[in-house]
């Protein structure tokens, strides 16, 4: 099972959006409505922020949003904020029955 | 308050065995599954395993199968994850996390660090 494709970084400014990308294939991403994103500050446990492709949780931000086209889901965040700057990750539910992450992103607000 | 707790950071020997922990809290444990997750350092996320407590029904990935063992205490609502004979690449944060529904993970444990060095 390999990793899913996400870009090594992003960046974009304060109040600008951002598009992070998550490909995979029809046997993860593709085949099914299970993709959940996660971020990640330095040094601290990954938190929920989108899951089933589109759902956020309570608490999160509207700021973040979900979506899916075929093999590859993306993550969007608008409005950028500094406190924003994170590793995010996404993951996908397999045909295999297991669950894999992308290699993750950094994002860098300038 | 929903809340997973792991057990401390170890430091061991190449060869060692290890086990460590995920006590889980404020809800039915045997009704959710456990995940756990490796970060190398410097890198991402990378998926180990899960375990439903409520029977051990265990999946692995592939590139962890057959290099730690997932296992479950209902009975005390704790999970483990464990080693037989360390290696110095298992160096790592572990954490492990309760699955809220097929693949969300919605409570993190705060991490557990293990150093394997001679």
């Known amino acids: 099972q390999s990793a899913l494709t996400q870009p090594a970084s992003v960046s974009g400014s304060p109040g600008q959006s951002i598009t992070i990308s998550c490909t995979g294939t029809?046997?993860?991403?593709?085949?099914?409505?299970?993709v959940s994103w996660y971020q990640q500050h330095p040094g601290k446990a990954p938190k929920l922020l989108i899951s089933?492709?589109?759902n956020r949780p309570s608490g999160v931000s509207n700021r973040f949003s979900g979506s899916k086209s075929g093999n590859t889901a993306s993550l969007t965040i608008s409005g950028l904020q500094a406190e924003d700057e994170a590793d995010y990750y996404c993951?996908?539910?397999?045909?295999?029955?297991?669950?894999?992450f992308g290699g993750g992103t950094k994002l860098t607000v300038l | 308050e929903v809340q997973l707790v792991q057990s401390g950071a170890e430091v061991k020997k190449p060869g060692e065995s290890l086990k460590i922990s995920c006590k889980g809290s404020?809800?039915?444990?045997?009704?959710?599954?456990i995940g756990w997750v490796r970060q190398m350092p410097g890198k991402g996320l990378e998926w180990m395993g899960i375990?439903?407590?409520?029977?051990?029904?265990?999946r692995y990935s592939p590139s962890f199968q057959g290099q730690v063992t997932i296992s479950a205490d209902k009975s005390i609502t704790t999970a483990y994850l464990q080693w037989s004979s360390l290696k110095a690449s298992d160096t790592a944060m572990y954490y492990c996390?309760?699955?809220?529904?097929?693949?969300?993970?919605?409570?993190w444990g705060q991490g557990t660090t293990v150093t394997v060095s001679s």
């Open positions: 375990i439903y407590p409520g029977d051990s029904d265990t």
């Open positions: 996390a309760r699955y809220r529904a097929t693949n969300v993970m919605d409570v």
């Open positions: 089933d492709v589109s």
């Open positions: 029809s046997s993860d991403i593709g085949g099914y409505e299970y």
């Open positions: 993951s996908s539910y397999t045909s295999a029955t297991t669950r894999v």
């Open positions: 404020g809800y039915n444990f045997i009704h959710y599954w």
